[in-house]
Nanobody, 122 residues
């Protein structure tokens, strides 16, 4: 079992930055691929970014390329999402997830955090 806890969300003006963190507890963090997803009101959950267990491979949704950066520190059992140049359309609840293999599909992840709200105001 793996428990995931997100933090770092908040309210920021459009063009601003936030850094989300996802702390993992339980089984060895380094065994898992990790991902970030988001869900806006009335919309389905969508893929944002993912990173392999070794940090050798990263994946991004097209709408965040060049603005968001995913990273992980296996020694601290923590994953990060640095979000720059935030837009109002980035407003959503952001979730971190852990799974046995890196994928852009939500169904490929076995463990989920409770989510953290990100709001970018225009």
């Amino acid at each position: 079992q793996v428990q995931l806890v997100e933090s770092g969300g908040g309210l920021v003006q459009a063009g601003g930055s936030l850094r989300l963190s996802c702390a993992a507890f339980g089984r060895p963090f380094s065994n898992y691929a990790m991902g970030w997803f988001r869900q806006a009101p009335g919309k389905e959950r969508e893929f944002v970014a993912a990173i392999s267990w070794s940090e050798g491979t990263t994946y991004y949704a097209d709408f965040v390329k060049g603005r968001f950066t995913i990273s992980r520190d296996n020694a601290k059992n923590t994953m990060y999402l640095q979000m720059n140049s935030l837009k109002p359309e980035d407003t959503a609840v952001y979730y971190c997830a852990a799974g046995v293999a890196v994928t852009t599909k939500a169904m490929g992840y076995d463990y989920w955090g409770q989510g953290t709200q990100v709001t970018a105001s225009s």
